[in-house]
């Protein structure tokens, strides 16, 4: 009953983006999976500890957590898992592929909401770290069971989900593999060499293979399902491809391994190249015409294509190609012997049965390497509606005119306004400023007014601030709005002069100059995500590594962090302020101050003066667990602890004071009861339930002999292990709280 009404709350329209996986199309087994990798990689990192929020999104019908191992019903922000004993207590943040299985890194995969779900503590914990498989004789676990694995090729221990939520978890493992691609094949530690492998680009075993497709094939992807892809993919910014497609996962590891993959369930014919919708910049024709070569690849078509193209000055050949040769992969060429400055032209590829449409896109210019193009459109400037002598300020230029105005409403090629010379040969516009990176070519558009003689205008240049001009060409505007292009070759500082020599009354608009320096591409700078930073309250910081990266760049980079964080170059000399060279450095973070718990936020900036980029970091300062009756913070219960506790009472302020560790009766009262509670404590030992937890290579050595119950919690708060009396725990490396009913043990295994 609950998941139908969660479906119905959460239904919504699946909307996957125009051409997302157009890059994967007519692509098969390893190269198939190398397409989808590189759609859903590089995605936007949540932090481990915003997950509780995101889940609210994710995983909430209305204010109701849906727990995929359990039908405990869960409050959204109330029941965040801690301490737990038995099932429908509280929910924790679920790694459906452990991350033991890494080594529990927190990389980018410890937090992809893809493989996180919210799950009922106590099931969590009895899942531990084992695979998921069907296990028709295990014992229940909330909606799931514990047990043998009963499918073939596997005979280990087993969690089964229940059978409403199997193909979520299959798809999920798939999105794991394609996402993870290049590191999914080392995910071998504890269990995960069960499932995971490196000896082929599958990177699932044999086993694996098989019970995930038998789950996928036979629980069909659920509105439920598909709702969560798309709060997701509003998070994260990638989508899982097994939701949205669910037949990729035949095309990989199924029954269609080998085919290519039409984007869809069917043998659809499709042009899978050049993409439909996709653009295709041709080159620039530097006075003999550009071609470019265009590969043309397809899947199950049966009839020939007819290639053709529209737009002035674009031709192509082929203009017909047969099925079988695009199914094998062709070649066309397209060529542009056009002269406008931008032109655009499309590509159409079409049959009955399939159709691509492309933009094309070309430039003309024959004045050299050429570079930015800066154009003086007249737009949003004042108008002179009159002809007169004076100075403009245009759009792009400083300008001395004769007998010129600027009209609104006019005559114009382009927007709302245009330049309009008078009826004098005396007409012109002269720039008042240099550009500075020369000129390879300078256009414009200029047509006669009305009925008025046909005009002749000299263009002109100078390279001393326009104390000697040099002629260009020469150009007569008819009636109708034309382009004329003049093509030079200076460097340097350079202005230009349109000068009407004879004719009468004309327009000109959108006056381009082409720089002759190629323009330097824009630099661009990038941080990489920043891991958790975690210490114990007064203790030392973990130290997180990241890099900033650039290109393009050569300024140095300003390197800033706020908050409660340091950086470092060397992890020996911290600051909250560095310089880094001009390509990036690897630097390092912590947390600046530890002597409160707390959570804290910061934002590391790398900036120059062209370029910035930022990210986020966040860090975690513990408390420092306490030991009951360790009054004085010695770290060990004597007498001094009863002559601190008294002097307390007696003066009611002490320097050295632990008031929870003086609680030692737990009333939530500090009072001369506590001291009884803690002569008693001393006079019998066992009373005080003395006990200890030290790391070990392969995990934690329990000291106890007084036989108190013992928990042992992993990071994510799952309860891993439940013993009492001494023993050894094997473990794999990571952070782990090992604790009592009074007090608690961090315990680092490496």
């Known amino acids: 009953m609950l998941l139908l009404v969660a479906v119905l709350a959460l239904q919504a329209t699946a909307a996957i983006p125009n051409n997302y996986y157009n890059s994967a199309l007519g692509k098969n087994d390893q190269e198939l999976m190398s397409s989808l990798h590189k759609i859903v990689r590089g995605h936007y990192m949540i932090y481990y500890s915003k997950l509780w929020e995101k889940f609210k999104t994710t995983d909430c019908n209305g204010n109701i957590i849906i727990d995929r191992y359990s039908n405990s019903q869960f409050t959204y922000g109330d029941n965040q898992c801690g301490q737990y004993s038995g099932i429908g207590q509280c929910y924790n943040r679920e790694h459906s592929v452990p991350n033991s299985w890494w080594g529990a890194a927190q990389d980018t995969m410890y937090s992809d909401l893809y493989h996180m779900y919210p799950v009922d503590g106590w099931v969590n914990a009895e899942r531990g770290n084992y695979p998921f498989g069907d296990c028709a004789n295990g014992s229940p676990r909330g909606t799931g069971k514990l047990g043998t694995c009963t499918h073939s090729g596997y005979s280990g221990t087993v969690f089964e989900v229940a059978d409403e939520y199997k193909g979520d978890f299959a798809r999920t493992y798939f999105y794991m593999v394609v996402r993870y691609m290049d590191r999914v094949g080392s995910w071998t ?4 060499s069960v499932v995971f492998t490196n ?6 075993t044999p086993w694996a293979i098989s019970q995930l497709l038998e789950w996928h094939r036979n629980d069909p992807v659920s509105t439920l399902e598909s709702n969560r892809n798309e709060a997701v993919y509003g998070i994260q910014h990638n989508r899982n491809p097994f939701i949205d497609h669910p037949e990729l996962a035949e095309y990989l590891w199924g029954n269609k391994t080998g085919n290519a993959w039409t984007g869809s369930s069917t043998n659809t014919p499709v042009i899978s190249s050049p993409a439909n919708g996709s653009t295709i910049n041709v080159g620039t024709n530097t006075g003999d015409g550009v071609s470019k070569a265009i590969t043309v690849k397809g899947v199950y078509l049966t009839k020939a294509v007819t290639v053709s193209v529209t737009g002035t000055g674009f031709s192509v050949t082929p203009t017909t190609l047969t099925a079988a040769a695009v199914n094998a992969g ?14 655009t032209g499309r590509l159409t590829i079409s049959s009955s049965e399939v159709s691509s449409n492309v933009t094309l896109t070309a430039t003309y210019n024959t004045g050299g390497s050429g570079g930015t193009e800066t154009i003086e459109t007249w737009e949003g400037i004042s108008t002179y509606q009159s002809y007169t002598t004076t100075f403009i300020q245009g759009h792009a230029f400083k300008w001395n005119t004769s007998d010129v105005g600027i009209w609104s409403g006019d005559t114009h090629a382009n927007g709302t306004q245009s330049c309009r010379f008078g009826k004098t040969a005396a007409s012109y516009i002269e720039m008042a400023e240099d550009v500075t990176d020369g000129a390879s070519k300078i256009s414009f558009y200029a047509a006669k007014w009305g009925s008025d003689a046909t005009p002749t205008l000299q263009v002109l240049y100078s390279t001393n601030g326009g104390s000697t001009w040099t002629s260009v060409g020469n150009c007569s505007p008819n009636g109708t709005w034309q382009q004329y292009i003049f093509n030079l070759n200076v460097t340097g500082n350079v202005r230009f002069k ?12 959108d006056i381009a100059i082409t720089s002759n320096v190629a323009p330097e591409p824009d630099p661009s700078i990038t941080i990489s995500p920043i891991g958790l930073i975690e210490a114990e309250q007064g203790g030392e910081s973990s130290i997180v590594r990241a890099t900033v990266t650039s290109e393009n760049n050569n300024e140095n980079i300003t390197l800033k962090v706020d908050g409660n964080f340091q950086i470092s170059l060397n992890k020996t000399d911290w600051s909250t302020s560095l310089q880094l060279d001009p390509s990036g450095e690897v ?28 990210a986020d970091v966040e860090g975690i300062v513990n408390e420092v667990p306490v030991m009951l009756g360790d009054v004085n913070m010695d770290g060990d219960v004597s007498i001094s602890d009863v002559t601190t506790l008294i002097d307390y009472l007696l003066s009611g302020s002490m320097t050295s004071f632990d008031a929870i560790a003086a609680d030692v009766n ?32 392969s995990g934690v050595l329990i000291e106890n002999s007084v036989d ?23 473990l794999p490396a990571g952070i782990y709280v090992v604790v009592s009913e009074n007090a608690s043990r961090k315990v680092v295994v490496k």
């Open 587 to 614: 630097f390092y973070v912590r947390l600046a101050n530890t002597a409160t718990a707390g959570e804290y936020e910061g934002t590391v900036e790398a900036k120059t003066s062209r370029a910035s980029a930022y």
């Open 199 to 204: 000896s082929s680009y599958k990177h699932l």
């Open 189 to 192: 530690q504890d269990k995960g």
């Open 498 to 509: 349109i000068n009407q020599t004879a004719g009468s009354r004309l327009n000109i608009d």
């Open 666 to 697: 737990q009333d939530d009262a500090i009072s001369i009861a506590d001291v009884t509670a803690l002569i008693d404590m001393l006079l019998n030992p066992s009373a005080m339930k003395q006990w200890d937890a030290v790391p070990t290579r």
């Open 330 to 343: 062709t070649t066309i060429t397209v060529t542009y012997n056009g002269t406008a400055a931008n032109a």
């Open 708 to 730: 108190e119950s013992i928990e042992i919690y992993n990071m994510d708060g799952d309860c891993i292990k439940s013993l009492t009396g001494d023993a050894t725990v094997k």
